[in-house]
């Protein structure tokens, strides 16, 4: 019927390989071969850095070096933007970004998420772009590796850690070890085979050309842009070069090429979850995750599918009508790839784009923004998992309850500081998604919509879902360039980045001060289909439960009023 | 099956002995609350303070409030949704009457089972030592370290421990056993309780407690719903519930101008309405009740909690730590076969061995006569002196008048004095001895006059049922590990037969304090029981330390539970009990969420409808109108309070399981019964109100 079970196939097929070596390549305690591959690079890298890399960080010495840097960074990245005008790098002519916009863009990158208020080949220069924009795409999707292998280290790992005081491992190490083993080689061989396919690698200015039709000028935007959408892809960014991102033929050029950056989506987000069974010996817990995201994946992929598969609303009647929904697509790719692309990449956090989502029909688009809520379909790198162990988290809690036993997770104690934080972490998603929204429809001049009306609140929400998701796609057709935008942007973003990430990070600290209880007939079994089953409704039920609301009066509401 | 329904088990005949006992108790106390005090207390608890403990139900006041307000805009305005929005304001009243009723309910069954105690505790008069003599004064004033003499008739002011004298007590006021039973200074027998009765002879007391300190008060206060301490699961639970109904005020808030954005008027009562439908309600109404409800059970079963920490910490035990003797043993030898020697007619052994035991009124020698009994002996009294046993000779018997001597007693005393009068030993004497003793039993030989016949087996008997009790904690993963004096033969023998996991023999009253700590150390939580002084120091090391009310003062004080039994297989109910509170709240909590889907899907469409009727299409239940549809839904979650206190007073059954097959078990019941029972709940009650509306 279609090419889509051949892409999870292949997803499934390139991940599982790609795993292993991630559990090899990155696990701190075991030494092997690539050490001394890549030993050489990392300590020299190190060295650079000042970094003693035989430190092990405890767990909150862990999380202040992992927001330290993200201050240096988003502080370092907002002035590039700034001052881009007078900063070399520039053969355009750029000028300096607006203040509200270069810190929202700061951040945005700085987030993993690559929500974007300006057009990137037209608003940033090449050093913006390669040493701002570029460096981030590699340190975050490091950064959520990092701590995943944090908490692995802490958590997961068995036998299980019964040590108080000791090390979660050293962040810099972590990061270095990702960058070098994972996603500079990964990056590498996607950019060559995505330059071979004919997208652009090159620090001249744009191309200039005269056109046919009577000798008009064309200026066409040009630059590195194949490493910066290899990363872009692989790392769960979502940012491109070219604002309309890998719709524009010059980020994607073919079907060879778009099969190429899909697979990048998921790739990573996959091969961590096999990663961490590798490193933790826990195969069947991952295996039961792994089972929970594809089931979402394929619910929420198949409800894209066959929505976009519907001719679009305003057609209906005419002769066209027999088609599918090609709004705002490429005719290139038709609607089962833009489908694919747009359910993966909301899945991921990826947020990059080959179809624009804001003309997905309404059932379409609710698949979308359901993707977002739940966030740990795979997720953004490393986050994915962490954000899935939150709600791990919750499920052990009612879990434990209901077979008599005072709450744990792992053997280790639940208790009620441990659930101030993971329900903060848990609460702070609908608090900043629906307060913005809220905050921002009661105004409307603050929103600037396009549409009014149901798809006018469902362009809302889908803003800051996806800022508080990391995602970073869009539905556009806001004027969001403005500092309300810009700044309520900054701590959806922040806020959906940091507080799930790290909340588990120092619940894992917390609990490995604590007793282990055996593992045995009497304890939870994380394994079995039961608890799995419990995890999935408690997802669900929680994210179903905080937004249905909004969802009714917005993508709902408007398929049920389509003529 | 294990089932705690209350009263503890019902397997073995001591129990439901009690059973009828405790029931008989409750029935005289009158546990029934009168309807009009019901309704008193539940309207009393309406008071802010009190509402402010339970975040949730506080939510559903404040809404209540405010629906009440718009209520008397409605009928002022004459806007004619007066009407409706009484009847929701009502509703929700009722929703918060309902709670305080369950909470008011249990805590009445706690305190009817106190509450006597107390009453005639107050009456008590104490004789307190003072240095000139004595002086009458009232047992409220006594303090701990006061010295008080009770006499034979009179009841014991306080509890406390008996410096001198011995004497024996009349305990049913505690336990609802009238069996008396023997306390005696310098024993591991040396605690009293407050309101027992002193039958005979005269003690010493000096009291231990302070007024107010008092187990029964400590009793009182775990089931006063307003000054009980959280448990610590519950505080955590309680932290989840107050997030869930913080997200449901966000989402219902912030829908306000989600749908006045896209031209849709929302009416303040049928948001309200809605926010009190999503909030757990039905969990956060019946949490305090549960906790509550637990503690009484645990009463009820005779076993008083220091905190309501350790009813529940018992649900989480690893490792129950057991004394053989008493917990897994009868605490006395039983006669269990007579081996006679070769060539020696097995019937005569039996007979010379029961006719020496007629006379023995210890229970290994009514224990022979029994098995004699059992084997088909007719037994008929001769004529003859009884020659008593004395640790010197270590024998007993019988002389006759004809000079006829028979005798039993220790295997080499027997041989020793066969051999004196000239007598052989039997070539398999010495084999069935041993044998015997290889078996975990004590051999008792038997001889007539010169002639050895052969030796009787006193075994350990395993108390009826034990065994499987064992084999259903296993099952649900809880580790036994028996504890006995007795050399590692005997240890053996008694451990495989009752099937505990794991035995330490020979073992001192300090391994039980290592044990305990090594477990803990491998991260399990440890129970044990313990009566002496010298079980204190593992008491308190223990993560659940149960005294025998019967034990001394400093055990009661190291355990934070005591049992007013001093049964040593009351261990297993405590564990049961903390299950059965925890289940309970998962189960509740699971419930009260996965409800939430279908009352969305009846209130959501009935809020947008009037608007945008296309939304109508949500409206799977096909409700009769938008108003009939809001009532439907907080009429069903209101009446789901009052139809579940049962529930929660008497909690879920517990069912020998592994965890895993308890949590599948319990998901489908509570989790898929919880999104499915809704349904059909709201559209019946549709079906009965939408005529109306």
């Known amino acids: ?563 | 099956m294990p089932r705690v329904d209350g009263n503890g088990m019902g397997e073995n005949g001591i129990e439901e002995r009690e059973m009828a006992m405790m029931q008989a108790h409750d029935a005289s106390q009158g546990l029934r609350i009168r309807p009009l005090t019901l309704l008193a207390e539940s309207l009393r608890r309406l008071n802010p303070r009190s509402l402010a403990r339970n975040p949730v139900m506080a939510v559903v006041a404040i809404g209540t409030l405010v629906c009440a307000m718009y209520t008397g805009m409605a009928f002022a305005e004459a806007s004619g949704q007066g009407i409706f929005a009484l009847i929701v304001t009502l509703i929700l009243l009722a929703t918060v009457l309902f709670a305080n009723a369950a909470e008011a309910m249990a805590e009445a069954r706690g305190k009817a089972h106190a509450g006597s105690l107390r009453a005639t505790r107050g009456e008590l008069q104490a004789r307190r030592l003072t240095r000139s003599g004595e002086e009458r004064v009232a047992a409220d004033r006594l303090r701990r370290g006061d010295r008080v003499r009770v006499v034979a008739g009179e009841l014991i002011p306080a509890d406390g421990e008996i410096l001198e004298g011995a004497g024996s007590i009349n305990e049913s006021a505690v336990t609802g056993e009238s069996a008396p039973v023997l306390r005696e200074a310098g024993t591991d027998n040396s605690g009293v309780s407050a309101g027992t009765k002193l039958l005979s002879d005269e003690l010493l007391v000096e009291v231990s407690v302070d007024p107010g300190d008092s187990l029964l008060d400590r009793m009182i206060a775990l089931v006063e719903g307003a000054s009980r301490q959280k448990t610590p699961s519950e505080l955590a639970l309680s932290v989840l519930l107050s997030t869930l109904t913080l997200i449901f005020l966000i989402v219902v808030v912030t829908l306000v101008p989600l749908a006045q954005f896209v031209g849709i008027s929302t009416s303040p009562v049928m948001l309200v309405a809605l926010l009190v439908c999503l909030i757990p309600t039905t969990i956060g109404g019946l949490l305090p009740a549960i906790g509550i409800a637990g503690m009484e059970r645990a009463m009820r079963a005779n076993l008083v909690a220091k905190s309501g920490k350790a009813v529940e910490i018992a649900g989480s035990i690893d490792t129950l730590l057991l004394d053989k003797t008493g917990t897994i043993t009868l605490g006395d030898r039983r006669a269990t076969e007579f081996a006679a020697c070769h060539g020696v007619d097995p019937a005569r052994l039996r007979q010379v061995a029961a006719l020496c035991s007629l006379e023995d009124p210890t229970p290994e020698g009514r224990s022979i006569v029994a098995l004699a009994r059992a084997q088909g002996d007719e037994l008929v009294a001769v004529e003859a002196s009884v020659v008593p046993f004395s640790a010197a000779s270590r024998v007993s018997g019988l002389d006759f008048a004809d000079g006829r001597c028979w005798r039993k007693g220790a295997p080499n005393a027997i041989a020793r004095r066969v051999q004196e009068a000239g007598g052989r030993l039997p070539a398999d004497y010495e084999a069935l001895v041993e044998r015997i003793s290889r078996h975990g039993a004590t051999p008792l030989a038997v001889a007539e006059g010169a002639r050895l016949l052969g030796v009787i087996a006193l075994a350990d008997v395993i108390k009826p049922g034990i065994a499987e009790r064992f084999a259903q904690l296993r099952q649900m993963g809880v580790k036994t590990l028996m504890i006995t004096g007795d050399n590692p033969i005997t240890a053996a023998a008694i451990a495989a037969e009752a099937g505990v996991d794991d035995y330490v023999a020979e073992a001192t009253p300090e391994q039980k304090l290592e044990l305990i700590r090594a477990e803990q150390a491998a991260g399990r939580l440890v129970a044990m029981m313990g009566d002496g002084t010298n079980d204190a120091p593992a008491l308190a090391q223990a993560d659940l330390g149960l005294a025998m009310n019967s034990g001394t003062q400093a055990a009661r004080e190291a355990a934070n539970m005591v049992d007013l039994d001093s049964d040593p297989g009351k261990l297993l109910s405590a564990v049961e009990i903390g299950k059965q509170l925890l289940i309970t709240r998962g189960a509740l909590t699971t419930f009260s969420l996965a409800n939430d889907v279908a009352k969305y899907f009846a209130i959501l469409p009935a809020i947008f409808a009037a608007s945008v009727p296309a939304l109508g299409g949500l409206d799977l239940l096909a409700l009769h109108s938008p108003q009939s549809a809001v009532l439907s839904a907080v009429i069903f979650n209101a009446l789901v309070i009052p139809a579940l206190i049962p529930f929660a007073l008497r909690g879920v059954r517990v069912h020998a399981a592994s965890a895993s097959a308890m949590l599948r078990r319990n998901l489908l019941i509570y989790g898929l019964g919880g999104l499915l029972l809704p349904f059909p709940a709201i559209k019946l009650i549709d079906l009965l109100i939408g005529p109306l509306f």
């Open chain 1, 1 to 563: 019927m279609s090419v889509l079970p051949l892409y999870y196939a292949l997803l499934i097929g390139l991940a599982l390989p790609l795993g292993l070596y991630m559990g090899r390549a990155l696990d701190t305690h075991r030494p092997s071969v690539m050490d001394r591959l890549f030993g050489p690079l990392e300590s020299f890298l190190m060295r650079l850095a000042g970094v003693d890399r035989r430190l092990s960080m405890t767990w909150s010495a862990y999380l202040l070096a992992v927001l330290r840097l993200h201050l240096l960074l988003i502080g370092l990245a907002w002035l590039v933007f700034m001052d881009q005008g007078v900063l070399p790098l520039n053969p355009d002519g750029i000028p300096g970004m607006r203040w509200d916009t270069a810190l929202h863009t700061a951040v945005s990158f700085a987030t993993n998420t690559n929500q974007q208020h300006y057009s990137g080949q037209t608003q940033l220069s090449y050093l913006s772009q390669t040493l701002a924009i570029v460096t981030l795409q590699f340190l975050t999707p490091a950064t959520g590796l990092a701590v995943l292998l944090a908490i692995t280290r802490t958590l997961l790992r068995r036998p299980v850690a019964t040590n108080a005081g000791g090390g979660v491992g050293n962040y810099y190490v972590d990061l270095t070890r990702i960058v070098v083993r994972v996603l500079l080689p990964l990056s590498l061989i996607v950019a060559l085979i995505l330059v071979w396919q004919g997208v652009p690698a090159t620090y001249q200015g744009a191309q200039r050309v005269t056109m046919l039709d009577g000798g008009a000028l064309q200026v066409i935007p040009r630059g590195p842009v194949a490493p910066m959408v290899a990363i872009k892809q692989l790392g769960t960014n979502g940012g491109g070069w070219y604002g309309p991102n890998s719709t524009v033929p010059l980020e994607n050029p073919t079907g060879l090429s778009n099969l190429i950056e899909t697979i990048a989506l998921l790739l990573i987000p996959v091969a961590s979850l096999i990663a961490v069974g590798v490193i933790s010996g826990r195969r069947r817990l991952m295996m039961g995750i792994g089972v929970v995201m594809i089931a979402f994946s394929l619910l929420t992929t198949t409800m894209i599918v066959v929505s976009e598969r519907l001719p679009n609303a305003a057609l209906v009647g005419l002769a066209v009508a027999d088609s599918p929904n090609l709004e705002g697509k490429e005719l290139r790719f038709g609607s089962d790839l833009s489908a694919l692309w747009g359910s993966w990449t909301t899945q991921t956090s990826n947020g990059s784009v080959n179809a624009m989502h804001d003309s997905f029909n309404p059932l379409g688009g609710l698949g979308l923004l359901m993707d977002m809520f739940v966030n740990v379909t795979f997720g953004g790198i490393g986050v994915g998992l962490i954000g899935y162990l939150l709600y791990l988290m919750l499920a052990a809690f009612i879990g434990s309850l209901m077979i008599g036993r005072a709450p744990e997770l792992f053997g280790k104690p639940l208790e009620t500081r441990e659930m101030r934080w993971i329900s903060l972490a848990i609460l702070a998603q609908p608090l900043i998604i629906l307060g913005s929204t809220a905050i921002t429809v009661a105004f409307p001049t603050l929103a600037g919509n396009s549409n009014p009306g149901f798809h006018g609140l469902s362009q809302v929400l889908y803003e800051y879902t996806s800022a508080f998701a990391n995602n970073g796609s869009g539905f556009e057709g806001l004027g969001d360039a403005t500092p309300w935008w810009n700044l309520t942007c900054v701590v959806a973003l922040a806020v959906g980045r940091f507080l799930p990430m790290l909340v588990p990070l120092a619940v894992a600290g917390w609990l490995a001060g604590k007793r282990t209880a055996p593992q045995g007939r009497g304890s939870l079994a994380m394994e079995s289909g039961a608890f799995v089953g419990l995890t999935a409704g408690v997802i669900v039920i929680v994210n179903l439960l905080g937004f249905l609301p909004a969802l009714v009066l917005g993508p709902i509401a408007e398929q049920l009023t389509l003529p």
